[in-house]
């Protein structure tokens, strides 16, 4: 017994959980957002336009160029992507595939159907919590009954579907006027699955999107090919395999992070040897070191062909808040425009570095 206790995988897990314990502003975070279910806020109001009026950009460096847009998840802070889009909208770039996963592939699925950057986020803006998040509370309170058996998940996604039906219909992944992928994880399985234009054509948009947003032990799987499926960004947070294995006609990289540090650096724990209950302080970085890693790996793959933007600091967005930002809308606006602002500032840079 006290060998499996140290072996590798489970000594993880007990880092994992001290620093859960350790964690106090998640428990605040995650109170947050169980409030947010049971009394749900007014949506946004929007004071005024929701982006500045159109602004030609000229970017020499992307002239010509085929631009893939690779979206990290991050809940509802993923929003600021459409931000991002309108800013490469106004440089007039021509997007040749879009990756997503989780929060992202929500916010930017409608833009892959032909929205625009504007429509886009007028249609997210205008979700009611009703809209997108279906609580099964009957089902939670028969859990002690039933031991268990037969829960996977508090909220269904089936409103997310009917929501993106409704505004995009049921066109298949196949056929959309930009190539669309998300990634989710077969959970029965453990494997990664790429869902989009070229790997699953057949399939509905709306049905990619509900499956891609299914965070695991949250909301309950979603069922692709007789396995139980759910949200791919608990394996690989920035997913650029489909684009780079599917569309080598494009020729750069958009990259839009609002999950981790910049880069995908890690979280600075330097000193934590030298402080009291000092394995602790250091617990927090095995919980995401695989993940991270994960994401250098394909940030690499593109790296020497990728202009990466970070809209939101990782403060603002770290760890569990990220199903406090899924629930509450009162910040999308800011998210919108602040993805906007800072793709613009991006751009600019990038026309600046070319011409020196």
Same mark, same amino acid.
């Given at each position: 017994?006290?060998?499996?206790?140290?072996?590798?995988?489970?000594?993880?897990?007990?880092?994992?959980?001290? +620093?859960?314990?350790?964690?106090?502003?998640?428990?605040?975070?995650?109170?947050?957002?169980?409030?947010?279910?049971? =009394?749900?806020?007014?949506?946004?109001?929007?004071?005024?336009?929701?982006?500045?009026?159109?602004?030609?950009?000229?970017?020499?460096?992307?002239?010509?160029?085929?631009?893939?847009?690779?979206?990290?998840?991050?809940?509802?802070?993923?929003?600021?992507?459409?931000?991002?889009?309108?800013?490469?909208? #106004?440089?007039?770039?021509?997007?040749?595939?879009?990756?997503?996963?989780?929060?992202?592939?929500?916010?930017? +699925?409608?833009? =892959?159907?032909?929205?625009?950057?504007?429509?886009?986020? +007028?249609?997210?803006?205008?979700?009611?919590?009703?809209?997108?998040? #279906?609580?099964?509370?009957?089902?939670?309170?028969?859990?002690?009954?039933?031991?268990?058996?037969?829960?996977?998940?508090?909220?269904?996604?089936? +409103?997310?579907?009917?929501?993106?039906?409704?505004?995009?219909?049921?066109?298949?992944?196949?056929?959309?006027?930009?190539?669309?992928?998300?990634?989710?994880?077969?959970?029965?399985?453990?494997? &990664?699955?790429?869902?989009?234009?070229?790997?699953?054509? #057949?399939?509905?948009?709306?049905?990619?999107?509900?499956?891609?947003?299914?965070?695991?032990?949250?909301?309950?799987?979603?069922?692709?090919?007789?396995?139980?499926?759910?949200?791919?960004?608990?394996?690989?947070?920035?997913?650029?395999?489909?684009?780079?294995?599917?569309?080598?006609?494009?020729?750069?990289?958009?990259?839009?992070?609002?999950?981790?540090?910049?880069?995908?650096?890690?979280?600075?724990?330097?000193?934590?040897?030298?402080?009291?209950? =000092?394995?602790?302080?250091?617990?927090?970085?095995?919980?995401?070191?695989?993940? &991270?890693?994960?994401?250098?790996?394909?940030?690499?793959?593109?790296?020497?062909?990728?202009?990466?933007?970070?809209?939101?600091?990782?403060?603002?967005?770290?760890?569990?808040?990220?199903?406090?930002?899924?629930?509450?809308?009162?910040?999308?606006?800011?998210?919108?425009?602040?993805?906007?602002?800072?793709?613009?500032?991006?751009?600019?840079? &990038?026309?600046?570095?070319?011409?020196?």
């Amino acid at each position: 017994m006290l060998a499996r206790l140290l072996a590798p995988l489970p000594v993880k897990h007990v880092f994992h959980r001290v +620093a859960n314990v350790m964690d106090l502003d998640a428990d605040r975070s995650f109170f947050r957002a169980a409030r947010l279910l049971l =009394s749900p806020e007014a949506p946004p109001e929007i004071d005024g336009d929701i982006f500045p009026p159109f602004a030609p950009l000229h970017v020499p460096a992307l002239e010509g160029k085929k631009v893939g847009l690779v979206a990290t998840g991050g809940g509802g802070a993923m929003v600021c992507a459409v931000g991002v889009a309108r800013a490469l909208e #106004e440089a007039g770039v021509e997007i040749g595939g879009i990756s997503t996963c989780s929060g992202s592939a929500m916010t930017l +699925a409608p833009l =892959s159907a032909g929205l625009d950057a504007e429509q886009t986020a +007028a249609f997210l803006l205008g979700f009611e919590q009703r809209d997108y998040i #279906e609580p099964e509370w009957r089902e939670l309170l028969k859990l002690p009954f039933a031991l268990g058996r037969g829960f996977t998940g508090l909220l269904n996604t089936e +409103a997310i579907g009917r929501l993106y039906e409704k505004r995009l219909g049921q066109v298949p992944v196949g056929d959309l006027p930009i190539p669309f992928y998300a990634n989710v994880w077969d959970m029965d399985h453990n494997r &990664l699955l790429y869902l989009g234009t070229r790997t699953r054509p #057949e399939m509905p948009l709306p049905r990619v999107v509900r499956a891609a947003v299914t965070l695991p032990l949250f909301m309950r799987p979603f069922e692709v090919d007789g396995a139980q499926c759910g949200d791919g960004g608990i394996v690989n947070i920035f997913p650029v395999d489909p684009l780079v294995d599917n569309h080598p006609e494009i020729d750069f990289y958009i990259g839009v992070n609002a999950f981790y540090p910049e880069n995908f650096r890690g979280e600075d724990h330097t000193g934590w040897h030298r402080a009291t209950f =000092s394995i602790f302080r250091v617990s927090p970085q095995t919980q995401m070191c695989q993940h &991270l890693e994960a994401a250098r790996m394909q940030l690499r793959r593109i790296q020497d062909r990728c202009l990466m933007i970070h809209p939101l600091p990782y403060e603002e967005i770290k760890g569990i808040r990220l199903y406090e930002q899924f629930i509450d809308r009162r910040p999308w606006l800011d998210f919108i425009r602040r993805g906007h602002q800072g793709a613009r500032r991006e751009l600019e840079a &990038l026309e600046g570095a070319q011409a020196s």
